[in-house]
């Protein structure tokens, strides 16, 4: 049993460090936040860089980790534009790898995943966009809510209802298809004022009479669901580590502040209660690492563990809103005026997507007493 990571991650985590270092300053990030504009130059970069490679997992785990310690949203940013990769990765066959996955493992497009709809996010089946099947194509009627990179990305893995299956399982009818953004029919429109990771792209899509061939279809028919569920369970490690990212940057910038304070002698200011509340926070943070990699561990073997997942998702996630909260109240009106207000308002999200909270719990719910009761 060894704690420690190999040394070629290590180096990833370092190589990103580095990088942050170069490429992320905090009037930086508070520029993009401000404009709630897409760091294109900051993600081109990350990929000359060699930092940006869905296909090593693991160095892309801490990759984010450490760009997210930076910023949360220039972070986030930089190495979203493969999200939803997996699906096409996982259930696509050769000649959409080929088309599709090229272009974004090398930066030449950038895609999105587009599930939620203005009814809902959590309830995944009851999705209303539908894709008629007519001759060789499909054509999709709906719209898409709160999608990343939604108004920039060339193409999405959409989830579409292709049937009402008889047997009353909405999820039965779901299917993924591979959408271009450019098609006729296609209108996106960005959403701004949100509350955090302004730095990145998020749309409303409408999609009205938009046909796309059939060979767009992902995998099979009637998959669509457990495509999806599939992936969510990858991405929820990812966004685990963003939280983590964000929690561990909140700390950085607690520690330095103190450490400043101790500097010009101002030690008895730190009172017994701060001692404690930043000994929590490294506390969580390490707890939400163990989690997390642990999740990690199981999913880049293709041996997913939905319940360690979905906790280590959770707990992160409560992690990076408890940090960037206590830190807030630490560092008083510095932190206020600085990068801790963006981390606060950021940190948020790391609660709702991807699975809200609750839904992660309702998951380790249902596959604890399932476990008890000695289903499978
Ligand atoms: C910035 C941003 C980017 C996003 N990017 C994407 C993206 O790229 N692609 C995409 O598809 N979606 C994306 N989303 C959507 C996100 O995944 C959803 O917001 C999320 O799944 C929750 O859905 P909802 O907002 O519709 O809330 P709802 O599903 O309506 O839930 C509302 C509240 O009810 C609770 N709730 C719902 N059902 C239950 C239940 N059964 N038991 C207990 N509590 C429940 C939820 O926890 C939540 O608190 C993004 C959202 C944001 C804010």
């Not at 997996?86 to 090398?106: C, P, R």
């Not at 930066?107 to 099947?133: C, F, Q």
């Amino acid at each position: 049993m060894d704690f420690e990571f190999p040394e070629d991650i290590v180096k990833a985590r370092e190589k990103a460090a580095e990088f942050a270092r170069k490429e992320i300053s905090s009037k930086k990030a508070l520029m993009y936040d401000r404009d709630e504009k897409f760091p294109e130059e900051l993600k081109k970069k990350a990929f000359e860089y060699g930092i940006v490679d869905y296909t090593n997992p693991w160095s892309m785990l801490v990759t984010i980790e450490e760009l997210c310690r930076a910023d949360p949203g220039m972070g986030i940013a930089a190495t979203v534009s493969l999200f939803g990769a997996e699906v096409i990765m996982l259930f696509g066959n050769d000649s959409q790898k080929t088309k599709y996955l090229g272009a974004v493992q090398n930066g030449a497009m950038m895609m999105g995943l587009a599930v939620t709809e203005p009814g809902g996010g959590s309830d995944v089946a009851g999705i209303k966009t539908t894709a008629r099947k007519e001759g060789n194509k499909y054509i999709i009627n709906g719209s898409k809510m709160f999608i990343t990179n939604g108004a920039i990305a060339d193409f999405f893995v959409m989830l579409v209802r292709t049937s009402n299956p008889e047997d009353g399982k909405r999820h039965h009818g779901l299917s993924t298809l591979i959408v271009p953004g450019n098609l006729p029919g296609f209108s996106r429109t960005k959403i701004t004022g949100k509350l955090g990771v302004r730095a990145t792209n998020t749309a409303e899509l409408v999609l009205n009479n938009v046909e796309v061939p059939a060979e767009n279809l992902i995998g099979e028919e009637g998959k669509g669901f457990y495509y999806i569920m599939t992936f969510f369970n990858i991405s929820r490690a990812y966004v685990a580590a963003q939280a983590i990212g964000i929690a561990q940057g909140a700390l950085d910038r607690v520690l330095g502040y103190l450490s400043e304070l101790q500097s010009k002698g101002a030690s008895s200011s730190i009172t017994e209660e701060i001692q404690m509340t930043a000994s929590d926070i490294a506390t969580r943070i390490e707890a939400s690492r163990l989690l997390t990699y642990k999740a990690a561990s199981y999913l880049f073997q293709f041996r997913p563990n939905p319940t360690i997942t979905s906790m280590s998702k959770a707990y992160a996630a409560e992690t990076a809103v408890f940090a960037t909260e206590k830190a807030l109240e630490i560092t008083g009106y510095s932190g206020i005026n600085g990068d801790l207000e963006r981390f606060f308002r950021d940190a948020k999200i790391m609660e709702i997507w991807e699975g809200t909270s609750e839904i992660e719990k309702l998951i380790i719910w249902r596959n604890l007493i399932k476990e008890t009761q000695g289903g499978n």
